[in-house]
């Protein structure tokens, strides 16, 4: 699986930006997608992440109500609309990737479970 993500940018707190991560190379209906980011200093944190084709999306307690992960089948993209952003998340933002091995599974917040990873897109949030 390959993932490029992309739509970072600077953005004033309170605003709100759009990430896209499009992906290829495998059938992604087996797979998990999810963002993490990573601010400096910083480990990286696990913020939303869904079943490619079924499941209800998981999203970290902080960006709750705040943030939607959503798909495009047509595209092969995942997005992860962030509203109401805040300077302390002013982090490289990455998806992420990992096959589903479970009839019963669930979205998987721990970044070790994740095999594939994009780049990093840039997202700063000015106060």
């Known amino acids: 699986v390959q993932l490029q993500a992309y739509g970072g940018g600077l953005v004033q707190a309170g605003g709100s930006l759009r990430l896209s991560c499009a992906a290829s190379?495998?059938?992604?209906?087996?797979?998990?997608m999810a963002w993490f980011r990573q601010g400096p200093g910083k480990d990286r944190e696990f913020v939303a992440g869904?079943?490619?084709?079924?499941?209800?999306?998981l999203y970290a307690d902080s960006v709750k109500s705040r943030f939607t992960i959503t798909r495009d089948n047509a595209k092969n993209t995942v997005y992860l609309q962030m509203n109401s952003l805040k300077a302390e998340e002013s982090a490289v933002y990455y998806c992420?990737?990992?096959?589903?091995?479970?009839?019963?599974?669930?979205?998987?917040?721990?970044?070790?479970?994740?095999?594939?990873w994009g780049q990093g897109t840039q997202v700063t949030v000015s106060s």
């Open positions: 992420a990737a990992a096959p589903i091995r479970s009839i019963i599974w669930q979205v998987p917040t721990d970044r070790a479970t994740y095999n594939y």
């Open positions: 869904m079943g490619w084709s079924r499941g209800e999306p």
């Open positions: 190379g495998r059938f992604l209906g087996n797979y998990i």
